[in-house]
C-alpha cells in the first residue's frame, strides 16, 4: 500500500479500502453519503465499501445510485438536497467518470452554499466555505486523470449547456486507487494510472 498526501491523499494498493474509516475519522467524519453509478452499484462496488464500515461507528446513511452515463444537474441537486437534509459530512463517489463528476458538483455547492447549479458564480470562491465537505473518490475505471483535477462538468439538460466548476472546491480530497474496486482492468493499466494519478498530485502541487 503506498499513501502520498499534499492537497490530495492518494491511496493506492490492494484493498486499501478497508482503511477508508480510520481516513474517515482523521477528518472527523460521521455520517457518509456514497454517490454512484450503475455500474459501480451492480458490480458490487459499493458493498464492498459498506463491508469495509460495517464494524466502524462511522455512518453510511444514504446512498444515491442514479447517476447514468452524464453528471446532470438533476444528479447534484439532488445529492445536495439529501446531504443536507441527512446531515452528511463526507462524500465516497464510486464508479465512472459521471458519478465522480456529479459528487464534485455536489460538494462545490454544499462548500459555496448554493442549492442549484445555475446559481454559481463561474471561478468564484465565497470569502470563508459555508462549510467543509469532505470528498473521497473510488474510481472503478482510470484514463484521463479527472479523478484528481479540480474541475466538475455538469450537464444541463432542459438549457442544453454544461456548467463548468473550475475551482479549488472540486477538488478530491483523498483518491483511492485499489485494485479489488478496478478488477475490469489489467493489473498493468492500473499501475499505470495509479503513476499517472501521482504525476498529476505531484505537478498540482
Known amino acids: 500500500m503506498i499513501n502520498y498526501e499534499n492537497t490530495i491523499k492518494l491511496m493506492v494498493g490492494e484493498n486499501v479500502i478497508s482503511n477508508l474509516p480510520y481516513t474517515f475519522k482523521q477528518r472527523d467524519c460521521q455520517r457518509i453519503m456514497i454517490v454512484c ?9 459499493v458493498d464492498l465499501i459498506k463491508y469495509a464500515f460495517i464494524s466502524d461507528p462511522v455512518d453510511i446513511v444514504y446512498t444515491y445510485k442514479g447517476i ?5 444537474t438533476k444528479d447534484v441537486e439532488e445529492i445536495v438536497k439529501q446531504y443536507k437534509f441527512l446531515k452528511c459530512d463526507g462524500i465516497i463517489a ?3 467518470k459521471a458519478a465522480i463528476m456529479a459528487a464534485k458538483g455536489a460538494k462545490v455547492l454544499l462548500t459555496e452554499g448554493i442549492r442549484y447549479c445555475n446559481h454559481y ?8 466555505p459555508t462549510q467543509n465537505v469532505y470528498l473521497f473518490c473510488v ?4 484514463g484521463s486523470g479527472f479523478e484528481a483535477l479540480p474541475v ?3 450537464y444541463d439538460k432542459e438549457a442544453n449547456i454544461i456548467y463548468e466548476f473550475n475551482t479549488a472546491y472540486a477538488e478530491t480530497n483523498v ?10 482492468i489489467p493489473p498493468k493499466a492500473i499501475a499505470t494510472y495509479g503513476l499517472f494519478a501521482l504525476s498529476l498530485s ?3 502541487y
Open 202 to 204: 505531484l505537478e498540482s
Open 121 to 128: 458564480r463561474a471561478n468564484a470562491l465565497t470569502e470563508y
Open 68 to 72: 447514468r452515463d452524464i453528471a446532470t
Open 152 to 154: 466538475a462538468r455538469i
Open 139 to 142: 474510481p472503478i475505471n482510470f
Open 94 to 96: 464510486i464508479g465512472k
Open 37 to 45: 453509478d450503475e455500474p459501480a452499484y451492480r458490480l458490487g462496488y
Open 175 to 184: 483518491l483511492v486507487l485499489d485494485t479489488k474496486m478496478t478488477d475490469i
